[in-house]
């Protein structure tokens, strides 16, 4: 199976995953992201207790790029500090403007390296990120 066919079926598998999808019954953070160009549009509720990112779930449509980067991220920040969030965040965006490899980068985000093929389709890039800016939103107001 060829990298590209892995990374097919890796955005279809998580843009269809229903586990992080739907509102939090309890959350403490709710931020909005919106992508103008594409109509990208999500609500990303955490519940935060003593610095930890409890739950996380989100509520929202777009393509399936978008929504498979925002079902990702969650998977990886789900019982992290919010150092650790934030270091996966930046690492993610790093790995996006190509300024980190997806080996320096591949234990910290794991599947989500696979999005970087993002950088080759520039107007896609809005969508891979838009998730990762509305938590970096969120960890900025906790600083």
Avoid at 30 to 42: S, T
Avoid at 98 to 121: F, G, P, R
Wanted: glycine share 4%; aromatic share 2%; net charge negative.
């Amino acid at each position: 199976m060829s990298l590209d066919m892995i990374y097919n079926d890796l955005i279809i598998e998580h843009s269809r995953n229903t586990s992080n999808r739907g509102p939090l019954p309890k959350k403490t953070h709710l931020e909005h992201g919106h992508n103008p160009n594409c109509g990208d549009d999500i609500e990303l509720e955490l519940n935060i207790d003593n610095g930890i990112i409890k739950e996380a779930a989100f509520v929202g449509s777009g393509c399936a790029i978008s929504m498979a980067s925002t079902s990702m991220m969650i998977d990886l920040i789900k019982g992290n500090t919010i150092e650790e969030a934030k270091k996966k965040v930046d690492a993610f965006l790093e790995l996006i403007k190509n300024e980190k490899t997806q080996e320096e980068v591949e234990q910290l985000l794991e599947d989500a390296t696979l999005l970087s093929n993002i950088q080759h389709m520039p107007a896609r890039v809005k969508c891979a990120v838009l998730a990762w800016h509305t938590l970096k939103n969120v960890i900025d107001t906790l600083d």
